[in-house]
């Protein structure tokens, strides 16, 4: 290919959107003298005005007018004198009508009036629901408990598969919860898990990500229009690519998988790029170094850190449970504030590292999520080799289902598993130990899919019942190396198990 | 002078005097009237990355709160013009101090080329506009489709391919062969337009 054509077909590459760093070291290097340079910048100005010119309607136009207006600043003798001159000329209009116009053909210029205000209606109407189908976000798989507030103010409790909105509020409410939004040029955002996301499209696509997770699949994006991701800490520009976020308070959580993201820390405007594979936290409490890491392979076992991981339940320390049954003791008279005082500073010195997370009521019942993912610095991957322990204390009678969040390895969401409800099986005000095969849990949505394979990003405890009472003291993904060979075995017949040690 | 532009630019003084004794409903007058010209200079003027519709808004807010600087009888399309390249100018600079954003999303040259035309185009998007849709009319319904596809439907390249059923690269090469000819019949229509001047009226928006 010759340089001129070489030139327009990368020039055409950057305008979609479609380069890579080589490409575009190539378009610097063809890109050698002023008359080339003028050609592509009137490409890039004519696909400038293309976009303008059928992207636009009459519609379109009265909204930025409305937009503008409503954005002027207006004092309050200003505001005043337009109600004042809008109320004036609406009724000295009113005076003239009826002066020129008698009583009696009224009705005619009321229908008349009716008639036109209907058709600029519908004509209002085609033009915003044809705009509204080019920008659409359709909802194309939903479980779990979801609620939409839409941009046009409506609120939408519990919207189904095929709603259609052009932007606004989602909040996934339980910790299976999974949606998957479609966006008119095939982009995919899934929120998984209790997350809360703000869409907009009014310009680029904008995502705001308050809390949770999402995973996306973005197709090439306009390089003048890239898509934005924002979080509390970091702002992510985005090409095309595919790639998942996880946001707690003050840190995010980026995984590329395929292509690039750019990210911004917000505190200090720090910018990285990162590649596929790679990852990157960024934190508002620690502005230091802010480099990728290449993806770390995958372990099979992990134990968790409960003042770390927890995404939802209170962490109560063992100390301050002892401070609390020692002043029971010492109200109820059994022992003396002096004991009490003797016995806390024994348990103080053994340090305040043991605990337990509370469950804690949300709408759907009482809940505990934890994320590994916050503090393992591994992926998590599941084998039929893997069993999940659980330990804990249930303190009212209603059953806990526990639960597994899955993704693809490397990429996105892939499922969420659960197990079958335990109630009497476990004593109330009793501790209990569970060891569950992995293959025990069981995806409702496709009954016969394993969980195995996938990598582990999210264990949950719930019972439905928002009073309940229960408390997690530890959660293991453990690899045992006698097998559990037999596919029917579940924690009530694994009583010995030799487990490999954790690293 | 036409007798369309003169009662173009007398409704726009007498719209920026209403506003200045104090009748802000006016400035929907203004707006109205120049919306489609700016914001077409903003969006060719505008290096990639940047919201032209949010600098057109904000020039036009700036310019709402700098009524009264401006005096009747001189011209307001130029005023505000000066104050949107002043916009630009600053988110520009807003821009190229967020590191290496600037670098890699936006080839120095467009920048510097856009930033010379920002300060020696007088302003004639509304023509070009209307030039460039002349051209788009003038396609064959073949070539017109996939103009449609990429800039009104904004759907991917894969799906245009799907559509078509023709490749991917076959799409790309369709697409720069039609930005091409598109740059060529807008340039002939700016030739015999430089020969036979005609008073074009301003858009009344950008459709």
Same mark, same amino acid.
């Given at each position: ?376 610095? !591994? ?62 849990? !069981? ?41 559990? !060979? ?18 | ?40 200079? @903003?969006?060719?003027? &505008? ?32 005023? @505000? ?32 080329? @856009? ?51 023709? &490749?991917? &690269? ?25 020969? &036979? ?11």
């Amino acid at each position: 290919m010759n340089e001129p054509k070489k030139l327009e077909q990368l020039w055409g590459d950057f305008l979609e959107g479609e380069w890579t760093d080589a490409s575009l070291r190539e378009l610097k290097e063809l890109l050698d003298d002023a008359e080339s340079e003028k050609k592509a910048v009137d490409l890039y100005q004519l696909h400038r005005l293309l976009g303008l010119l059928l992207n636009s309607g009459k519609s379109e136009s009265d909204c930025f007018v409305a937009e503008t207006m409503q954005a002027l600043p207006v004092n309050q003798d200003q505001f005043v004198s337009s109600v004042e001159n809008l109320v004036g000329g609406y009724e000295k209009e009113k005076k003239e009508k009826h002066r020129v116009f008698p009583n009696s053909r009224a009705p005619f210029w009321g229908l008349a009036a009716t008639i036109a205000v209907s058709l600029m209606f519908a004509l209002g109407w085609f033009l915003l629901s044809s705009d509204a189908q080019r920008k659409s976000i359709e909802i194309v798989e939903l479980r779990g408990r979801m609620i939409l507030s839409a941009d046009q103010g409506e609120v939408i409790e519990q919207p189904t598969v095929g709603e259609v909105f052009r932007g606004g509020t989602l909040e996934s409410l339980s910790p299976d919860a999974y949606c998957l939004l479609r966006f008119h040029d095939h982009t995919t955002v899934a929120l998984s898990g209790r997350t809360l996301l703000t869409v907009s499209q009014k310009g680029p696509k904008r995502l705001r990500l308050h809390h949770g997770k999402i995973s996306a699949q973005v197709t090439s994006q306009p390089v003048d229009k890239p898509m934005l991701v924002m979080t509390e800490a970091a702002e992510m520009t985005v090409l095309g690519t595919e790639f998942n976020v996880e946001e707690k308070p003050g840190s995010t959580s980026l995984v590329v998988n395929e292509g690039k993201v750019r990210v911004k820390r917000l505190g200090d405007g720090v910018p990285v790029d990162v590649p596929a594979q790679q990852s990157v936290i960024v934190s508002l409490e620690n502005q230091n170094g802010l480099e990728p890491e290449m993806r770390a392979e995958p372990v099979t076992q992990w134990k968790s850190d409960l003042q770390s991981d927890t995404l939802h339940g209170k962490w109560v320390s063992d100390l301050a449970m002892k401070a609390l049954k020692l002043k029971k003791s010492v109200s109820q008279g059994e022992i003396s504030v002096e004991d009490a005082r003797v016995a806390y500073k024994k348990a103080a010195r053994l340090g305040d590292l043991s605990g337990s997370i509370w469950s804690q009521p949300t709408s759907i019942g009482s809940l505990v999520v934890l994320s590994p993912r916050l503090s393992a610095r !591994h992926p998590l991957k599941l084998t039929d080799q893997s069993v999940i322990r659980i330990r804990g204390k249930k303190h009212t009678p209603s059953p806990l289902v526990f639960g597994l969040s899955v993704a693809h390895p490397g990429g996105g969401f892939a499922g969420k598993y659960r197990s079958k409800p335990w109630g009497q099986e476990l004593a109330i005000g009793e501790e209990f130990e569970k060891i569950l095969p992995v293959h025990s849990f !069981h995806d409702e949505k496709s009954p016969g899919k394993p969980a195995t394979g996938f990598e582990l990003t999210d264990w949950w405890c719930l019972s439905r019942d928002s009073a309940a009472k229960f408390e997690i003291s530890s959660v293991e993904l453990l690899d045992h190396s006698i097998g559990l !060979h037999n596919s029917n075995a579940d924690s009530t017949s694994i009583n010995q198990l030799v487990l490999v040690p954790l690293p | 002078m036409g007798d369309i532009q003169q009662f173009h630019d007398e409704s726009v003084e007498e719209a920026v005097r209403s506003v200045q004794t104090g009748k802000p409903g006016a400035f929907e007058t203004v707006v109205r009237a120049f919306e489609g010209s700016l914001r077409a200079w @903003l969006s060719i003027h &505008s290096p990639p990355g940047i919201d032209s519709d949010e600098i057109a808004q904000r020039s036009f807010v700036e310019a709402y709160r700098r009524v009264n600087d401006y005096q009747i009888g001189t011209n307001f399309k130029a005023w @505000l013009f000066a104050i949107a390249r002043f916009q630009l100018k600053t988110e520009v600079t807003r821009l190229r101090r967020l590191a290496d954003y600037h670098a890699r999303y936006v080839p120095e040259f467009i920048d510097r080329e @856009l930033e010379r035309r920002a300060y020696s185009d007088p302003g004639e998007e509304s023509e070009k506009l209307s030039q460039l849709k002349n051209c788009v009319d003038s396609l064959g319904d073949h070539l017109r489709r996939f103009v449609d596809w990429r800039y009104r439907d904004e759907i991917t390249l894969e799906e245009m391919a799907q559509r078509s059923e023709r &490749s991917l &690269s076959a799409v790309k090469k369709q697409l720069w062969k039609i930005r091409r000819k598109l740059q060529e019949c807008v340039e002939r229509e700016a030739a015999k337009a430089e020969k &036979s001047p005609v008073n074009y009226p301003p858009a009344e928006g950008v459709a």
